[in-house]
């Protein structure tokens, strides 16, 4: 298969709600360089469809997932602004494949990101940062699928939900803790170094892989940093809140 009709077969899987077969389980393997490109040719064909680039997330930054799927480094997709939702928000089961959430933190940048940094420069670009839930929604059935089918896949994408917004002075981002609730019951916890040790790192890795494309991200542009706990998939009526020291709280209702 062309990198195009891989990238229109996932597109048409995620317009049609219809998951896929992995690509590399119908020996369509491909290179994770050019999964990156098939990426780009999803994302373009979103943004001629009038979509406007929103950012970037990373993804796969806990060593226990990326142990998951046999990796030994993180993931980035790209977001657009039709993904984006202020919290409190909907999340309409039918509009998904077999969404699950996982609670973040956003970094909103006050300068252009187009050149690597380390993390006290991603520090002082950034303008505010904010608690999210990333909805994940991967194209492929049975979320089974290897890296590269991931990759190719946008890093399965789907939506976030963005909580306020709020200055970095004083923040120590790798000590925020986080309690993750189904409703009401916490069914998970953890602190903002679970991300790459610091969600600033995982900013800082990105920027030397979209300096290596070419593709930096103007001020302005939001970045997802990784989740802190797993992911925590959505059934009909569950509200799902994330409670973050600092950052306030993120809330998610399934319909
Ligand atoms: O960490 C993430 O944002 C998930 C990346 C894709 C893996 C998945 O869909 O489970
Ligand atoms: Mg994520």
Same mark, same amino acid.
């Given at each position: 298969m062309t990198n195009e009709e891989i990238a229109a077969e996932l597109g048409q899987a995620a317009r049609n709600l219809e998951p896929i077969r992995a690509f590399s389980a119908r020996d369509e393997a491909f290179s994770i360089e050019t999964a990156y490109d098939i990426q780009w040719l999803l994302v373009s064909a979103r943004l001629g469809d009038g979509e406007q680039l929103a950012g970037v997330k990373i993804g796969l930054t806990s060593l226990a997932k990326q142990r998951q799927l046999g990796l030994d480094a993180p993931v980035y997709g790209w977001l657009t602004d039709r993904m984006l939702k202020r919290s409190p928000a909907s999340i309409r089961?039918?509009? #998904?494949i077999h969404p699950r959430v996982e609670p973040e933190i956003g970094f909103v940048l006050?300068? !252009?990101?187009?050149k690597p940094v380390t993390v006290d420069e991603v520090l002082a670009l950034t303008s505010e940062v904010f608690c999210a839930f990333e909805v994940v929604d991967s194209r492929y059935q049975d979320f089974k699928f290897g890296m590269a089918d991931v990759v190719a896949d946008n890093t399965s994408a789907a939506a976030v939900v963005m909580g306020q917004q709020v200055s970095t !002075?004083?923040?120590?981002l790798a000590a925020i803790c986080c309690s993750l609730k189904v409703n009401g019951m916490e069914v998970a916890s953890a602190t903002?170094? !679970?991300?790459?040790? #610091?969600?600033a790192a995982a900013v800082g890795w990105v920027s030397g892989r979209l300096a290596l494309v070419g593709r930096p991200l103007p001020a302005g542009s939001i970045v997802?940093?990784?989740?802190?706990t797993d992911f925590v998939p959505l059934t009909a009526g569950d509200v799902v809140e994330a409670i973050f020291s600092d950052l306030g709280s993120v809330v998610a209702r399934a319909l």
């Open positions: 089961l039918v509009e #998904h006050g300068t !252009a990101l187009d !002075a004083g923040l120590d903002g170094d !679970a991300v790459l040790g #610091h969600p997802l940093s990784g989740g802190l």
